[in-house]
């Protein structure tokens, strides 16, 4: 199993304010020599990811305290020349909310050969919530979305001078990515998604799907994913085709590790304190998502708020409550390797786990909590993949 070390990059010290965390938030309450601090830290913590073994993921957020990171891309330039082994994930990039993604393009071709072909690029939708900042229509993001997939890919693919675009939403006259990328033709594409519509999509293309800490979606989608891919490439998917996302607290003893938790799990609770006009642009959904969505009472963030058995959660829900819903793996190394073991059996296997850390935690809780994953817990999913491998 690949391990990559994932942190949102949050500005903690303001989650305590009255006021809404995302799209209108006033900038005024991030000190910029705290930020700066912040910023430092993480990316001393990725540096550490690297020497232990482990890969890196970075995503982007804007307008929000939840992360500071407004730009994967430019997050994974930075790390290519601070990192020796380390894959580095984009994920991911939002192109939906992006305006032009010639730029996009040239961004990831840059950061992959700076990093000499160690670059993972993942072209998301992105949140509900940025298309307020980009003032793009609900309606049309999901043809816009492919549009600029398609665009990307073309441009990274090219290699013999310019082309021209002309679609619903982009027009370019010459489209040259210079330098081209390391990885030929492309580095390798990953997607995200909560839903097996987008699952079976990503299967056709041979794409790396991610699930990010929602284990229903997880067993909906792999199982989508697996019989497309069949069906589309005539042989099973490989492990490492399949991701998930979960947050990962890891201390010598129990009590440590819950104390970490709960620190960490402030962040799903920020994340959901969102004005609800931002939560569901009218229009971005397709009548039945939509209906259903409706129907769950779901947000933007799409957190459980039942246990599976329907039992209703605490609020905040304790790190308990996220343990049994498989959004958090936490205690000593030997419950964490059984609680992700728990996991990855009752969704048929996964190739690789993405680890969130973050603040509030204090950085040397990170340094210590991803040091323990790292030698302690790391190895045994390694083999055990391998057994799948085998038993496959």
Known sequence: MQSWYFSEQSYAPAWDEPVPPKVTAPSSLVDPEIAHRLLREYIVECKLADELGMNIMTNEHHATYTCMSVSALMTLGVLATHTRRARLLALGVPIMNRMDPYRVAEEAAYVDVLSRGRLELGLIKGSTFELYMSNANPVTSGDRYWEAHNLIVAALSKKDGPMSYEGDSYNYRYLNVIPGCYQQPTPPIW??????????????????????????????????????????????????????????????????????????????????????????????????????????????????????????????????????????????????????????????????????????????????????????????????????????
């Open 191 to 392: 997607m995200t998604t909560l839903s097996p519509h987008t699952a079976r999509e990503a299967a056709q293309r041979g794409y790396v799907i991610a699930i990010t800490a929602v284990a229903r979606a997880a067993r909906a989608c792999f199982p989508a994913y697996r019989e497309e891919y069949q069906r589309v490439h005539g042989k099973p998917a490989p492990l490492d085709r399949l991701c998930y996302l979960g947050q990962v607290v890891v201390a010598r003893d129990e009590k440590t590790a819950h104390e970490r938790a709960r620190k960490l799990l402030r962040f799903n609770e920020t994340s959901t304190r969102i004005d609800p006009r931002f939560i569901n642009p009218p229009g971005m959904l397709p009548p039945a998502d939509n209906a259903r969505v409706l129907r769950a009472g779901a947000t933007s963030t799409h957190r459980n708020t039942t246990l599976p058995d329907g039992t209703p959660m605490s609020n905040p829900p304790t790190p308990r409550e996220q343990i049994i819903n498989h959004v958090l793996f936490a205690g000593t190394p030997d419950q964490v390797y059984g609680q992700i073991k728990t996991f990855y059996d009752s969704v048929g296997g996964f190739g690789n786990l993405l680890v969130q850390l973050g603040s509030p935690m204090a950085h040397d809780e990170i340094c210590d909590s991803l040091t323990l994953y790292a030698t302690e817990v790391m190895p045994r999913l390694d083999a055990l993949t391998k057994s799948y491998k085998q038993a496959a």
